[in-house]
């Protein structure tokens, strides 16, 4: 263990001290342990660490490996921005819940068994869930319970797969599941394996929770949210599922979807959270395909993805955070006050949008052309559409009407400097990975064959994205948000609960007072009547006989007592008298 | 200097040269796309200069109009009220 450091441990017991600091302390120290930690993942050698044995199972604390790495790394580095995102925060919660979800986060990335990925999963769950409450106000507290209790169901769902999985196969080590298909296909705790996992990565139909709870987040939470949750599930996916045909599908699926809501949405964050949606269906489209580009393309699109979005949300953020108001319809011309937090949001934008020279291009093109060199050409297609409405959304319909559009004269200013640094942070990542994709490709699980600056892939993208900016322009009139909000699978749990109250309430209550009304006017009165009748009956009836017979015994016991004189004559003309008694008897007996 | 490029993007003052270099660009695209060398072709649609354009001018186009009519005809958007 001594050449390993499990950065999970680094956050998760790292938070304990964060109530006691304050000051400059605090922010030293917040910054401190991300930086550890990403020392401690740089630091890793590939193997395996902490084997055990609990209740008969093997446990694997951490497994240590290409894939694991390379989401370690953008973890990490992502924990650091999201802090330096944080720094003014006065609040300590909120940076002890942001630890102990990267923390979390960081341990299901590591986990070698399905007992501690469930732990590490949990644990993510309730840590992130504390960031949409810490909002406090009524949404983002219903947000928050919402939020908790579809992830509480998705674990109740992987957990009854891990043991049936483990029940079928005698081992609980998490591994390639997919591969098991060629004899005889995946069992039942598969599935719920499967379905628990594309729970967390937001599928449809199980995305609503993102788009939902995401929106109501602090400003901070919601760059962490935006960054660990889906990611996770998409490594386990990438770990467990690939080549899983089914993937393909939902991926594309998912990556058109998210961009079509991204049309209706008014919310600035929520309009962000569903390109999540559209670009997790990236990655979960390359890990269904399941070669080794793909695959690859699913781990560096994620890397790539983790930061770009980070800085999408934290562009929103500022602006969220300096003007108080979220919604496009009451956004416009801040250019002028936040020109850096345009650019920094830009540089997001582009990136996420896959222009040349920004992430985005290196890692999403690579899925893509895995989809083509896999002779997919319907999934080509989507995927190339869902890119043009990323740029669409992201890239042009949110920035022009939160920055520039109309002028709602709101008073602004650029936000507190360690949210400028943070934004820079992520930006300059963002760039960096699109001029030099070489030391990405290189943390990738296997071994690239892609260059993705070929003059026609460029020309490519180019054609694409600009002449969607021309359609932009010329259908703007058809863009303009609207104040309205957008109809999800959320509905069916939200006013499915609302049914179930309106069952609770209504029918059940009143049979509930129907049946109390019955018997307290009727079976109550009989009951009490029927006991005062066993009452009386018992006193004068049965206890009258009992106590008679008792006296009955009493008084001739007494009266017996009367013949025990103590004179000896006495009992000798007893004896007597007895003796011709039984005589008499004996000779009329005997006769 | 970012202000600067900012302000471009945003004052009225510069709608005329901001709109010409757009259509210059579009213009630009659309002629490299015809001088590129394109090694391998996997579909039909790759060897053709300028789908790309096409694609994505129509891709636009119909997410905006699908999305719409979904959200309007169909009745995914809702007053904010919906579910209080």
């Known amino acids: ?591 | 200097m970012i202000k600067r490029v900012v302000d471009f993007f945003g004052d009225e003052q510069y709608a005329r040269p901001r709109r010409r270099l757009f259509y210059l660009v579009l213009v630009l695209i659309v002629v490299a796309d015809f001088l590129v060398f394109r090694e391998h072709a996997e579909y039909l649609w790759d060897s053709l200069p300028g789908w790309s354009a096409v694609y994505g001018f129509a891709s636009c186009v119909l997410l905006i109009f699908v999305s719409k009519f979904l959200g309007h005809r169909v009745g995914l958007m809702r007053r904010e009220d919906y579910y209080d």
């Not at chain 1, 996770?232 to 079509?260: D, H, K, Q, S």
């Not at chain 1, 896999?374 to 949110?398: E, Y």
Request: net charge neutral; hydrophobic share 55%.
């Open chain 1, 1 to 591: 263990m001594t050449d390993f450091i499990h950065p999970a441990l680094l956050f998760i017991l790292g938070a304990l001290p964060i109530p006691f600091l304050s000051g400059s302390i605090r922010k030293a120290y917040l910054l401190l342990i991300p930086a550890l930690a990403l020392l401690a993942v740089l630091a890793m050698e590939p193997g395996s660490y902490g084997e055990a044995r609990f209740i008969g199972q093997e446990i694997l604390i951490a497994k240590v490996d290409k894939l694991s790495i390379v989401f370690a790394i953008v973890f990490t580095i992502m924990a650091l921005i999201g802090m330096v995102y944080a720094l003014h925060l006065t609040d300590p919660g909120q940076h002890v819940a942001a630890f102990v979800y990267v923390g979390s986060a960081l341990g299901v990335v590591f986990a070698g068994d399905y007992l501690t990925l469930y732990l590490f999963w949990e644990g993510m769950a309730f840590a992130s869930a504390y960031l949409v409450f810490v909002q406090r106000g009524g949404p983002a507290i219903r947000a928050g319970f919402r939020y908790l209790m579809v992830h509480i169901t998705g674990g109740v769902v992987l957990l009854g797969g891990i043991i049936s999985h483990g029940l079928a196969t005698g081992s609980l080590l998490f591994g390639p599941i997919a591969e098991g298909l060629t004899n005889g296909g995946m069992g039942v705790g598969d599935y719920l394996i499967l379905i628990g996992f594309i729970l967390n990565a937001a599928v449809p139909p199980l995305n609503a929770w993102l788009t939902d709870a995401y929106p109501e987040a602090t400003v901070t939470g919601a760059v962490f949210m935006s960054a660990f949750t889906t990611k996770t599930a998409v490594y386990v996916l990438a770990r467990a599922f690939p080549g899983t045909e089914l993937l393909v599908w939902l991926g594309t699926i998912m990556a058109l979807y998210g961009v079509i809501y991204a049309v209706l949405e008014n919310d600035c964050r929520r309009l962000l959270a569903y390109h999540i949606v559209s670009q997790v269906g990236y990655m979960i489209a390359g890990i269904g395909i399941g070669t080794e580009m793909a695959v690859n393309g699913s781990a560096s699109h994620a890397f790539a993805h983790i930061l770009y979005k980070a800085l999408l949300f934290m562009g929103a953020g500022a602006v969220i955070y300096v003007t108080g108001r979220r919604k496009l319809t009451e956004l416009g011309g801040l250019y002028k006050t936040m020109p850096l937090t345009v650019a920094l949001y830009m540089v997001g934008a582009f990136a996420i949008s896959a222009f040349p020279f920004f992430s985005g291009f290196v890692t999403k093109s690579m899925v893509i052309a895995a989809a083509g060199a896999d002779h997919r050409a319907l999934v080509v297609l989507a995927l190339t559409m869902a890119s043009s409405g990323t740029f669409l959304h992201t890239g042009l319909k949110l920035p022009y009407f939160m920055f520039f559009g109309t002028d709602r004269k709101l008073e602004a200013r650029e936000p507190p400097r360690n949210m400028l640094v943070a934004m820079g942070m992520a930006a300059v990542l963002c760039i960096a990975i699109g001029v030099f994709p070489q030391p990405l490709y290189a943390l990738l699980p296997y071994p690239v064959d892609f260059e993705p600056y070929t003059g026609s892939h460029v020309m490519e993208s180019l054609g694409l994205l600009m002449f969607t900016a021309l359609g932009f322009v010329l259908f703007l009139w058809a863009l303009d948000p609207e104040n309205t909000i957008s109809l999800d699978t959320d509905w069916f749990y939200r006013k499915g609960a609302r049914a179930f109250m309106w069952l609770a309430e209504r029918p059940l209550a009143r049979y509930e007072q129907a049946v109390s009304n019955v018997s307290e006017t009727a079976a109550l009165p009989l009951l009490h009547g029927a006991a005062r009748a066993g009452l009386r009956l018992d006193l004068a009836g049965i206890d009258a006989v009992v106590n008679g017979i008792a006296h009955s015994i009493l008084n001739g016991g007494g009266r017996l007592r009367r013949l025990q004189t103590g004179v000896v004559t006495h009992y000798v003309l007893a004896m007597l008298v007895g003796l011709i008694a039984a005589t008499v008897v004996f000779v009329v007996a005997w006769r």
